[in-house]
Nanobody
Framework: VQLQASGGGLVQSGGSLRISCAASGLTFSRYAMAWFRQAPGKEREFVAAVSRNGGNTPYADSVKGRFTISRDNAKNTVYLQMNSLKPEDTAVYYC???????????????????WGQGTQVTVSS
């Protein structure tokens, strides 16, 4: 399994950014997908996840209403649309994958088996 995150960059506070994660080496539609992030000096934390069919999308409270996770099973890609960005959103964003049954959508880091390399998102004040 390979997960390639892209789309990170520098954006001003209040701005928007969309990051992507392209997956290969797996049957994408059988995997729940998630985004986690890790800021300097902090532990990695859950951001959002999406079920196999896209119907279940749990979010961390800190991003609810501002971020939207989605997936395109035809393109083996998961997206994270980030709006109203804040300096505290600055982090390396990692995508993760987990083979699941039905609509199970894990939110804990230790439940995910495959990880991408991360993409840096920096929000300036």
């Amino acid at each position: 399994v390979q997960l390639q995150a892209s789309g990170g960059g520098l954006v001003q506070s209040g701005g928007s950014l969309r990051i992507s994660c392209a997956a290969s080496g797996l049957t994408f539609s059988r995997y729940a997908m998630a985004w986690f992030r890790q800021a300097p000096g902090k532990e990695r934390e859950f951001v959002a996840a999406v079920s196999r069919n896209g119907g279940n999308t749990p979010y961390a409270d800190s991003v609810k209403g501002r971020f939207t996770i989605s997936r395109d099973n035809a393109k083996n890609t998961v997206y994270l649309q980030m709006n109203s960005l804040k300096p505290e959103d600055t982090a390396v964003y990692y995508c993760a994958a987990k083979s699941v049954i039905l609509t199970h959508t894990p939110t804990r880091m230790d439940e995910y088996t495959d990880w991408g390399q991360g993409t840096q998102v920096t929000v300036s004040s």
